[in-house]
């Protein structure tokens, strides 16, 4: 079982003190916070993908995660969303494979759609396709990374005739990736479809929904002939703010959820904390609320916590992460109880390779014309 944290890069103003950061504030809270992670003991760090205001977080995740990748020696690097329905699937396989590399294999990424409908017309395209965006841009992502020389022809992009994506994948294995989603089926169904993990955000909806989502995916991933369906890779997101004092977390984050830009004006605290996942009070709370989400999902694989949002400082947060740490491993430990042999622990790039017998060196070696860079005969790996 992995746990870790995850950022969406709000610049917010804090309630409290009318004081928003700055984004260069904001961006390194952020190389501060992932560090934290690694300090206390989670296993993995990921960062959302964000174009505009009023978020810092990176236009190209890589970016600060090659950055992190330097910084940390344990902690798995990942995505909160990158978005398969407006990157082209050639550059994402070119960065997330030299990200593995740089990381010597501490990664991997959640694809998403993002939830930011004017990102769209930013890069030319049309919100209405963004699920078949989604479908067609991994189906060529998942290729790029598996087969050396790949032509390709689809509906949403031009054509590819002949092309290597590089680098390869560090040790002839590529990435893991998680499908994220909170309300679409049809990214569950993909998930299932290829075997891979499948997230579900879990922030925003009753438990019902989540448990509804992650169904559908474990039962489809069991047709595809994956597995069992309590052997599919879940992941599941999580908001917290605790105290040693439940009342005294409940008085000191009110101000915070009621200003939120993703929350605040609606529901009081009180109603979205029975309606959701939230969970403002003592680490004991957060322990038993966190353990109690295996009775609507089964026993997952992944557990990522929201932590620094809505205008919370640095200081708050890294206060959060200490008592997140406080009570690690007794997540660790009731995660463990009763779990059946048979379901897998979070995939690593290490587990990954191993089951496919080792490392194998997948560079492509090709002999190109230096001028036009064209090769006169097809790339092969050796």
Do not use: C
Request: glycine share 10%.
């Amino acid at each position: 079982m992995q746990f870790g944290i995850f950022t969406v890069g709000d610049v917010t103003m804090d309630p409290t003190t009318g004081r928003t950061p700055t984004e260069h504030e904001r961006i390194q809270a952020t190389v501060a916070i992932a560090k934290k992670a690694e300090d206390i003991g989670l296993d993995v760090f990921a960062t959302g993908e964000h174009h505009n205001p009023p978020f810092a977080a990176p236009a190209n995740p890589p970016v600060l995660l090659a950055h992190l990748a330097a910084q940390t020696s344990r902690l798995i690097l990942s995505t909160a969303t990158t978005l398969i329905t407006t990157n082209d699937p050639v550059r994402l396989a070119q960065d997330y494979a030299y990200l593995q590399h740089l990381s010597e294999g501490r990664m991997d990424l959640m694809l998403g759609r993002g939830n930011s409908g004017p990102v769209y017309p930013w890069f030319g395209k049309d919100i209405r396709l963004g699920i078949k965006y989604a479908v067609e841009n991994y189906d060529l992502l998942h290729r790029l990374w598996r087969e050396d020389v790949v032509s390709w022809k689809g509906k949403h992009r031009t054509a590819l005739h002949d092309f290597t994506s590089t680098p390869r994948p560090l040790d002839g294995v590529p990435p893991f990736v998680w499908h994220g989603s909170i309300r679409s089926p049809e990214i569950a169904e993909q998930a299932a479809y290829y075997g891979d993990g499948f997230f579900h955000n879990h922030i925003f909806w009753p438990a019902g929904h989540t448990k509804q989502m992650v169904a559908l995916y474990r039962r489809r991933f069991e047709h595809y002939g994956h597995g069992t369906a309590d052997q599919a890779i879940v992941g599941l997101g999580g908001q917290f703010f605790m105290r040693k004092n439940g009342q005294d977390a409940i008085n000191e984050f009110r101000p915070y959820f009621d200003n939120a830009p993703v929350y605040g004006h609606g529901p009081s605290l009180e109603d979205f904390m029975a309606q959701t996942p939230l969970t403002v009070g003592s680490p004991q709370q957060v322990l038993e609320r966190t353990l109690g989400f295996r009775d609507y999902v089964g026993h997952y694989q992944r557990q990522m916590f929201l932590v620094d949002h809505a205008g919370l400082p640095l200081k708050t947060v890294l206060e959060q992460l200490d008592l997140l740490g406080e009570i690690l491993p007794d997540l660790r430990k009731g995660m463990a109880e009763g779990r059946p042999a048979h379901v897998p622990d979070a995939p690593t790039h290490g587990s990954r390779v191993a089951a496919l017998g080792g490392a194998q060196d997948s560079t492509v070696y090709a002999a190109a014309d230096d001028v036009t860079g064209s090769s006169d005969r097809e790339a092969v790996t050796v």
